[in-house]
């Protein structure tokens, strides 16, 4: 090796040395934060998902997968039955992460969204097993910037280019869905050897189906006016479902659920009657990028619900055959991801609407706060709905923009703050 090439290889291990020094200070700072906010009022049974996100982010271990292999994907729309059915063990690779943001900053362009930076950091680094160990990578394709980075990913691993309907209301984007549902089975099967059958899918289904059983049951737990757990709690919860096999995360699930039914019989509660309870929705809250949860519940408020692709949202909605065929299971699966979805890449999307008021009516929310990572034109162009509908049915609504930078955490504590003592004055007038 030439000195040249030496220096070189010396700088980017220096390089990556300091990347990972600031992933796991980030890391400990918001697990510490979610801890703190517990003031030793945690339930118990919330320590195995602490863990994963601290074994992911800070020792930077693989995921648990069993020797099943890995396959990344990209978005809640991918089909985990599909995965499973397979053999494998999905991974969500979106990234919250500030330190891959800055890297990825020098590579995609500067209106990028921050989510799509952080990924191309992480891609760029080759230093974090959760991306290294994935035999591929699904991206859906749900807005321009998802469609470049596949391009970048596909330089270093193997990426299936999963295609959306933009109308998801006619037969025909069912059918568009199935055709890519069997391509995406193709390649599945070519990486794990299975030949996968109604069987397997069928299996799968019910797997998942377990793990929205406890989510449904979980729910209950949060419909009255006082919470037994925090809502940055439950986020983090959400998160830790991208890096754990699901029927793991299912059994932690089912244990945290016991434990909220036995502090809901004795009375233990970790808000007071009257504190605002606050919806959070728009753009996915990634960890470690969790500020805007834990600013709502340090300021005063209750994070009572939230409508995110990587909260609540991502097990909502069974899948239901009607049919035992195949294409009646595949068929099934797409009216799940598609046609009960309420991501607004959809072209109408008057159902994310009724849900948004449902949870609203469901959860006694007093305020929504729509938060829109900078440069997430999809989310941002539906705030105009939803303040139109949250103003007529005399919810109040802010719009809060932010990056993956803590720079601006003392604004967002300023805005969150004053919305918060506006809700007590409307509310307690």
Not at 113 to 128: D, I, S
Not at 244 to 259: A, G, Q, S, V, Y
Request: glycine share 4%; charged share 30%; aromatic share 8%.
């Amino acid at each position: 090796m030439t000195e040249i090439n030496q220096n070189e290889a010396a700088r980017l291990e220096r390089r990556r040395e300091r990347f990972e020094r600031k992933m796991s200070h980030t890391t400990i700072k918001y697990l510490r934060e979610l801890e703190d906010l517990g003031r030793g009022n945690t339930p118990e049974a919330m320590k195995p998902f602490f863990d994963v996100l601290k074994s992911v982010y800070f020792d930077m271990e693989p995921v648990r997968a069993e020797g099943r292999p890995c396959i990344g994907t990209y978005c809640a729309m991918v089909p985990l039955e599909l995965i499973y059915a397979a053999g494998a063990v999905p991974v969500k690779l979106c990234s919250g992460n500030y330190t891959s943001f800055l890297i990825g900053d020098d590579i995609v362009p500067r209106d990028a969204c921050p989510l799509v930076k952080a990924v191309a950091g992480f891609q760029e680094m080759k230093n974090l097993p959760i991306y290294n160990d994935c035999r591929m990578m699904v991206v859906p394709i749900t807005c321009d910037c998802k469609k470049k980075i596949s391009q970048i990913l596909s330089r270093d691993a193997d990426v299936f280019v999963m295609q959306i309907p933009v109308n998801r209301e006619d037969d025909e984007a069912i059918d568009s869905c199935v055709i890519e549902y069997n391509k995406l089975l193709d390649k599945l099967e070519q990486i794990t050897g299975a030949n996968v059958s109604c069987a397997d899918i069928s299996h799968a289904i019910a797997l998942v189906g377990n793990a929205q059983y406890e989510m449904s049951r979980f729910l209950e737990f949060k419909t009255g006016t006082r919470s037994l757990i925090r809502g940055s709690h439950v986020m983090a919860m959400m998160n830790a479902a991208s890096y754990m096999p699901i029927d793991i995360w299912t059994e932690k699930l089912h244990l945290l659920n016991d434990e909220l039914r036995e502090r809901q019989k004795n009375g233990l509660y970790i808000t007071k009657e009257n504190q605002p309870r606050i919806m959070l929705t728009g753009s996915p809250v990634i960890f470690p990028n969790i500020k805007l949860p834990l600013l709502i519940e340090q300021m005063g408020g209750s994070l009572a619900a939230d409508e995110t692709c990587m909260g609540e949202r991502f097990l909502y909605d069974p899948v239901i055959p009607t049919e035992k065929t195949f294409d009646g299971l595949l068929k099934a699966i797409a009216n799940r991801y598609v046609r009960a979805c309420t991501c607004p890449v959809f072209s109408e999307n008057r159902q994310r609407v009724d849900r948004i008021l449902h949870m609203i009516k469901e959860h006694k929310i007093q305020g929504v706060i729509y938060h829109v990572l900078r440069g997430c034109l999809v989310y941002d162009y539906e705030y105009a709905v939803i303040e139109k509908e949250l103003k007529e049915a005399d919810i109040p609504v802010i719009r809060v923009e932010n990056d993956y930078n803590e720079e601006d955490i003392e604004h967002l504590r300023i805005r969150v703050e004053a919305f918060i003592e506006l809700i007590k004055e409307t509310e307690y007038e």
